[in-house]
């Protein structure tokens, strides 16, 4: 089946330091992209959303300054949180689909995000 | 504003006897339903879903049930196995019937199957 590698699964880092995590999906051309955060024990939010070779387009009260998201090929998207603090820490997971093939969003294992 | 709804935290059942999962949800313009399971630490796992044109859609031990007319869906499980222990989403789209579109997530139920 289709597979989404996320990489970093856990990051630890200091506050103010800018985080990436990438995206990848490895046995088929994803058109479009989803970033999700998860708070414990809450369900998943939807951050934004990313097609490949144009912006992408975030929820509602999400700051697209501080979650920089940038999908610039058919397999990889990245999130980049810019100047992290303890309240950015959460898990992140991106999920990745095809249009025109009816087949669900295949989810990544998803990034652990510590800011101390 | 929760659009789709898990009510029950938490489930508990024997080994062999069928689980039921429930979601509900508010959006009218809903027309594809999914279930996900979770692991900790883990993205979600696609199991089944279901287009609204559909009220049921079954896959080995996994049946999704759809009642437009109560906004309601549930995912049947039987017989369930320990291995089936997880978090449980729900989730919709509105997408024209297909599985694409941004989903909405509920909030999940946590199954624990007892040997």
């Known amino acids: 089946g289709a597979v989404v590698s996320q990489h970093p699964s856990w990051v630890i880092c200091k506050s103010g330091t800018s985080v990436k995590i990438e995206c990848r999906s490895l046995?088929?051309?994803?058109?479009?992209m989803f970033w999700y955060r998860q708070f414990p024990k809450q369900s998943l939010m939807l951050m934004a959303t990313s097609n490949e070779g144009s912006k992408a387009t975030y929820e509602q009260g999400v700051e697209k300054d501080k979650f920089l998201i940038n999908h610039a090929s058919l397999t990889l998207s990245t999130l980049t949180v810019t100047s992290a603090h303890p309240e950015d820490s959460s898990f992140y997971i991106c999920s990745a689909y095809r249009q025109g093939y009816d087949q669900p969003q295949h989810f990544g294992d998803g990034t652990r995000l510590s800011i101390l | 504003d929760q659009q789709v709804k898990q009510n029950s935290p938490s489930l508990s059942v024997q080994e062999g006897r069928i689980s039921i999962l429930n979601c509900d949800y508010t959006n009218s313009m809903f027309d594809y339903f999914l279930w996900y399971k979770k692991y900790p630490a883990e993205g979600p796992t696609f199991l089944i879903s279901i287009s609204s044109i559909k009220d049921k859609n079954e896959d080995g031990r996994f049946t999704v049930f759809l009642n437009k007319s109560a906004k309601h869906l549930s995912l049947h499980i039987v017989p369930s196995q320990p291995g089936d222990s997880a978090v449980y989403f729900c989730a919709a789209s509105e997408a024209g019937g297909t599985s694409y579109g941004k989903l909405t997530f509920g909030q999940g139920t946590i199954l624990t199957v007892h040997p």
């Open positions: 046995d088929f051309q994803a058109t479009t």
